[in-house]
């Protein structure tokens, strides 16, 4: 914004004291902010063929008057006047309540403009608005802004025009002619004086679009720009080892890798041997395997003389991985240890000594992992599992815990990448798109509660071909108890059911650690059977021969939270099943059933739980710590997105862009914001 645009309103002919109080009630003290204030809706004036119009679509039709009006009076003083409309070949019925003085008004072949809502069976409009005479020629599309009393919606269109008759030749426009060009996007004057005074709604259309790319490349901009001054000023961890260790360790898996295993794997191996810090977010869906990722990058870490950990959100996952590291590290000398809080007393004090003094390589644990007292000799490597679950607090004392680790944090979550993007542009993303060969889709099904009997053979079919099962009770968020004794209602009445046959198992957040351990040992030995469980399994759990996957009362979670458990079977080569039991009573909680059933994609899953309950929700309750645009929506225009970002990042590693004047415009703007001179982003 350029010093014009800098004055305050007043400089605007016809803006008093009085108005300027007015207009700073809502945000607007400076002739570039009231110029670039969009209306929230436009109201569509622009006439219609009525045969091309929908029934109940708000309409604008003007014609003349061919009945004598008619009124009708019912209740205390409520009206209805209705007359004819001749408009070109159409003889309409035109409606009107409350308004019965009109029709004094409304002479036989007189021209009315009528705005309404358009009923197509009855041939009639419900009009909202009338006007004598006829619709003006340019009175397409009028904005509506959000006010606050005393301005209305008429007179911040004045106030607009005004604005834009003295200033709207002084807006500059940051950016390039050259990215306009390659884009085809209006120049800044046009995109605003469309934005406040559309001809049409393709007008308005690429004035959006224009405003929308604007604001995204400056956001992107500033995250690259911001990224890059916290990379140059931090001196990482420049991990530096045995390319033939690693490739012996690689060699000597169970299974050949994924290509995308692969080539995510060479992504974190090139952060950690550059001496800046890593700082990277590991997506892959359920079951592309991670775990797999996270021990080469851990056994790199140790390669080259640093200490590892690994930090889980529960118990159950720390143990479980713990144990698969175990059998991948089996063949080297790399020593690990399991850190939770049920590790007490001299065990404790032993492993954080051993922690202290780096005879223990790698460390796997739950928060007990950033406790005070754990220290490390060596930490060259921190990575985080479900990072949902941990706050950036908990992040932060991990990191601290070393001088500036590589930092990887890994999600199962699919954050559709849109919303990767922008919530965590300060991060590099790497992503697991493809699953290990062999595995077949989980098949889903829906079922209604009173269906519970066939579900109950279908999981025996699949118990004797020896396989396993869980059943996941209903969920009570405000109660933990009653979650625990659905639990043990369900599993008894399983027992009931399998007596004698086979073994069932139940697993509830009261267990105790030990109890735990003990249930998800003989769980992934095969000899529980069925699991009845709350959601404690959600995350991470990991027992290949489980082939069944039943959650009651589905409707009561979330699609993430539905496609997470789902995750726990089809991780093996045999076919696996997931059955919904749910009776939802909503339209969207009966097509979030349909959803489950028709894909197993997690990232499409993830767009689509957007799309039915709005980013916050999809995070859980909490926000979901998106950044809020003025024009563009970062789910909706994620293709504008995109494109803002790969040219963001392309412009920062240009000389050009730091020097030449044709990014002077963008330039200023990241200095404004302050982001040049390393402050945090808001
Ligand atoms: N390339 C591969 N080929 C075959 N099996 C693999 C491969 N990579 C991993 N696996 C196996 O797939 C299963 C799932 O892997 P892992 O537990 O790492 O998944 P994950 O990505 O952590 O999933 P989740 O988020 O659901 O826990 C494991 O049994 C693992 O041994």
Not at 4 to 24: S, W, Y
Not at 273 to 291: E, I
Not at 615 to 641: A, C, M, N, W
Request: with cysteine; net charge neutral; proline share 4%.
């Amino acid at each position: 914004m350029n010093e014009t645009m800098q004055q305050p309103v007043t400089a605007v002919k016809g803006i008093g004291e009085e108005t300027a109080a007015a207009l700073a009630d809502i945000g607007i003290t400076t002739v570039g902010d009231l110029l670039m204030y969009a209306p929230y809706r436009y109201d569509d004036y622009e006439q219609k063929d009525l045969a091309a119009a929908r029934h109940e679509e708000k309409v604008t039709v003007e014609g003349k008057v061919h009945s004598a009006p008619l009124v009708t009076y019912y209740g205390k003083k409520k009206s209805r006047l209705s007359f004819r409309l001749l408009s070109g070949r159409y003889l309409i019925t035109v409606v009107c309540f409350n308004r019965p003085y009109l029709k004094e008004k409304l002479a036989f072949n007189e021209t009315v403009t009528v705005i309404g809502k358009w009923d197509r069976h009855r041939q009639a409009i419900n009009a909202y608005e009338l006007r004598f005479g006829a619709a003006p020629e340019t009175a397409g599309i009028e904005p509506v802004y959000s006010v606050r009393s005393p301005l209305t919606v008429k007179t911040m269109r004045r106030l607009m025009k005004a604005a834009f008759a003295q200033f709207g030749a002084h807006i500059p426009d940051p950016l390039p002619p050259a990215l306009r060009r390659a884009y085809r996007l209006v120049d800044k004057q046009e995109a605003v004086r469309a934005l406040h005074f559309p001809r049409s709604r393709e007008e308005l259309h690429q004035a959006r679009r224009r405003l929308v790319y604007e604001e995204f490349l400056l956001y992107q901009l500033k995250m690259q720009a911001f990224r890059r001054i916290v990379r140059d000023g931090q001196h990482g961890v420049a991990h530096s080892f045995s390319e033939e260790r690693l490739a012996a360790f690689l060699s000597a898996l169970p299974f050949s890798l994924t290509n995308a295993q692969r080539r995510v794997i060479k992504e974190i191996l090139a952060d950690m041997r550059a001496p800046r810090q890593m700082n990277r977010l590991l997506q892959g869906d359920v079951g592309s395997g991670k775990t797999v990722v996270a021990a080469v990058a851990l056994y790199a870490a140790v390669l080259s003389g640093f200490q590892g950990a690994l930090m889980v959100p529960t118990e159950i996952l720390a143990e479980q991985h713990a144990r698969s590291l175990a059998d991948l590290f089996a063949g080297t000398d790399v020593t690990l240890a399991l850190l939770t809080s049920s590790v007490k007393g001299k065990r404790r004090k032993e492993l954080l000594a051993e922690l202290e003094e780096g005879a223990i390589d790698i460390v796997i644990g739950t928060h007990a992992l950033i406790q005070e007292g754990v220290q490390f000799r060596r930490l060259g490597l921190a990575i985080t599992d479900e990072q949902h679950r941990f706050g950036v607090e908990q992040r932060r004392i991990l990191r601290e815990k070393g001088h500036a680790p590589d930092v990887l944090m890994m999600t199962a979550t699919p954050i559709p990448r849109t919303l990767a993007i922008t919530a965590f542009g300060d991060m590099d993303v790497s992503v697991l798109d493809e699953m290990p060969a062999g595995r077949k889709k989980v098949e889903t099904y829906w079922v209604k509660h009173h269906q519970f009997a066939r579900v109950l053979d279908f999981i025996e079919k699949e118990l004797r071909r020896g396989h396993q099962a869980y059943v996941i009770c209903p969920l009570i968020e405000e109660s933990e108890k009653l979650d625990v004794q659905n639990a043990i209602d369900v599993h008894s009445q399983l027992v009931h059911y399998y007596r004698g046959k086979y073994e069932i198992g139940l697993m509830h957040g009261r267990l105790s650690a030990d109890e735990k351990e003990a249930v998800m040992r003989a769980f992934s030995e095969n000899r529980i059977h069925v699991l009845v469980s709350t959601t404690v399994v959600e995350v991470g759990v990991n027992v290949p021969n489980a082939t069944v996957m039943v959650i009651y009362d589905a409707e009561r979670f979330g699609l993430a939270q539905l496609h997470q458990l789902r995750g726990r079977v089809g991780r093996g080569d045999a076919q696996s099943y997931c059955i919904l039991i749910a009776d939802p009573k909503s339209e969207v909680g009966k097509e979030r059933m349909r959803i489950m059933t028709e894909t197993t994609d997690g990232f499409v899953l993830a767009e689509k739980d957007l799309e039915l309950r709005g980013p916050g929700d999809f995070f859980g309750t909490k926000q979901s710590g998106l950044p809020e645009f003025q024009f563009g929506d970062p789910v909706h225009d994620y293709r504008i997105l995109e494109v803002a970002r790969r040219d963001a990042a392309k412009l920062v590693s240009t000389t050009a862009f730091w020097s030449d004047e044709a990014y002077a415009g963008l330039r200023a703007e990241l200095e404004a914001s302050g982001v040049l001179d390393g402050e945090k982003l808001d």
